[in-house]
């Protein structure tokens, strides 16, 4: 077929490459092509078989744009997916001339048990960490950095074997090694690895199921059997491109952590979902000065779950998920376990912002939120000169709009956005995109704008407050 002037699609959305999918009809969203006669419109392809023809083989023709900058569409019910299944997809897209795009391809995994309950792990901190070359090594263990977007980079030539040492101060008992290495790659992906351990960081042995040979990845989740040792070292033998790059590493010791302590007096949980597990905002602050009297306490993400909530001393007045500046995919989903087990199962009140209001959807489905293919940030459209965005009441009876204007503006600040709602939750409020959900049984609330930021026109400021009145009721 001849080249015509069409781009791909770029899958560079959810399901990004090699993520898990965690359930059967997982939302497949994409960033448009350009180019063409007219309108164009999109042919999808899945199949367990990289050459697309084997009996598992799905497709949807005819598929319009979501919008002018991304197309979603759901698998449907009657297509479920085969669970534990490495699925292969790839889009094209066709104009009204029937010209085409070349395919783009992707892959995921499907296992829809990965999510069900906590990691069952907590993170090891790092005291030391050098290399054989190269700089900025301390970007591997920058957990402030919330992009994951800073990195470590051997100096070239690329001939000799690099490594990584790391000191973890103590000897821990290791059980998972978390990587994610050159997010735009292939260049620079590791292509061949091993761990190594060692309990004086001078004699080395091998960490048996760490051998890694042809890595076409820059996500690796590497689980093994516990194994105590003070020093860790990652040998990497071969790379994609002229010198390999790490974004980040973090490693898992086996166990819980300990059950916070909490006030005596009526509190918040807040979940600090920054990859730190801090909050993006001072939303801590926000809701001690609501005048409702309330206590806040902040749990990071990797360390809450259902149990953690269980056995805390007394029980909180609500549960408040903060938001999140960093992009999913380059994120350890796993660790938001505990936070989706919570949603899923507790009946204590909840709210999720921001990047809480999406977790409260990807508990049900990690791929039903994704990249809008722009960035709302409202105070950048101000400097621009831009009109803030208005958010359109849609259940205006519902009490947690109480002193809220229809058609408000409030601060936003994200690019992703909930991309498609399950059916246990309603949409509230809208602007181009869902902007507030509640759940159709339980007193849970979701809202992609930030109430709690401080700004002459945040008209949205009541939300919280009017939350955290209904919790105390409950």
Known sequence: MPKTNITPP????????????????????FFNSQGGVGKLNYEIQLDTSLKFNSNNRIGYKSVKPSNDLITSKLIEEKHQLKDKKQYFWRVRAVDQKGDTSDWAESRFFMDTKSDDSFMGMTRVPVQK????????????IDWDDPGEGSFWQATPPGSFTKWLEFDLGRPRLISRI???????????????????????GKNWSRISGTDIENNNTFRNIIDIKPTKARYLRLVIDGWHGYAPQINEIIFYSPGRPPVPKVPNQPYVLVVGNQHNGFTF???????????????????????????????????????????????????????YNGEFEIIRGSDIPILGICCGHQMLCAAY???????????????????DHLPLSKIKIKKPNDPIFENIPDNFTAPEVHGWSVLHVPKEYQVIAE????????????????????????????????YIKNFLKLALKN
């Open 365 to 383: 489905g990690y791929t039903y939120i994704g990249s809008m293919g722009w960035s709302d940030i409202s105070s950048m459209r101000l400097e």
């Open 431 to 462: 602007s181009d995109y869902v902007q507030a959900i509640r759940h159709k049984t339980k007193l849970i609330y979701g809202k992609q704008f930030h109430a709690e930021i401080k700004a002459t026109y945040n008209q949205g400021v009541p």
């Open 281 to 335: 905002s001072e939303l801590a602050a926000h809701i001690e000065g609501t005048g409702l009297g309330l206590k806040t306490i902040t749990v990071p993400r990797y360390e809450v779950s259902l149990d953690m909530v269980k056995k805390l001393r007394n029980r909180p007045v609500a549960i408040v998920l903060s938001g999140n500046n960093a992009d999913y995919p380059n994120q350890p989903m796993f660790e």
């Open 10 to 29: 770029k899958l560079d959305n959810s399901p990004k490459l090699d993520i898990i999918a965690t359930n059967r009809q997982p939302l497949l969203s």
């Open 178 to 200: 978390w990587m994610l290495s050159a997010l735009q790659g292939p260049d620079n992906w590791l292509k061949s690895f091993v761990w190594q351990k060692s309990s004086n």
């Open 129 to 140: 960490v050098k290399a054989s070359s190269g700089f900025n090594v301390k970007n591997i």
